[in-house]
Nanobody
Framework: QLQLVESGGGLVQPGGSLTLSCAAS????????IGWFRQAPGKEREGVSC????????NPVASVKGRFTVSRDNTKNTVYLQMNNLKPEDTGVYYC???????????????????WGQGTQVTVSS
């Protein structure tokens, strides 16, 4: 069974940076994407970005475009989320998830992902 484990969360000041890691283990197909999501207290989970296993293309949402970057290290079976210029509204529990691709393109819709990590807390505050 596929397992995903996030790490790297913490407390940062506005304008600071953090890098999150998502380590995968177990069986996984060769037609999948890894998505990053976040959830603030009392709010619904929302998409952040994703990366395709086919061509490493990414699909960030508008609120993080230009600030967050997704990358992967296939040797380590790990996907990263580099977050720069963090804002208080970026605060939340961040999750990585795995889902099958359609036409080799990933998307940031929660219901397209079947496997989820446990989450890691990111707090942006002065």
């Amino acid at each position: 069974q596929l397992q995903l484990v996030e790490s790297g969360g913490g407390l940062v000041q506005p304008g600071g940076s953090l890098t999150l890691s998502c380590a995968a283990s177990g069986f996984i197909s060769d037609n999948y994407g890894i998505g990053w999501f976040r959830q603030a207290p009392g709010k619904e989970r929302e998409g952040v970005s994703c990366i395709s296993n086919k061509d490493e293309s990414t699909n960030p949402v508008a609120s993080v475009k230009g600030r967050f970057t997704v990358s992967r290290d296939n040797t380590k079976n790990t996907v990263y989320l580099q977050m720069n210029n963090l804002k208080p509204e970026d605060t939340g529990v961040y999750y990585c998830a795995a889902g099958e691709l359609v036409f080799g393109i990933c998307a940031t819709y929660v219901d397209e992902y079947a496997y989820w990590g446990q989450g890691t807390q990111v707090t942006v505050s002065s």
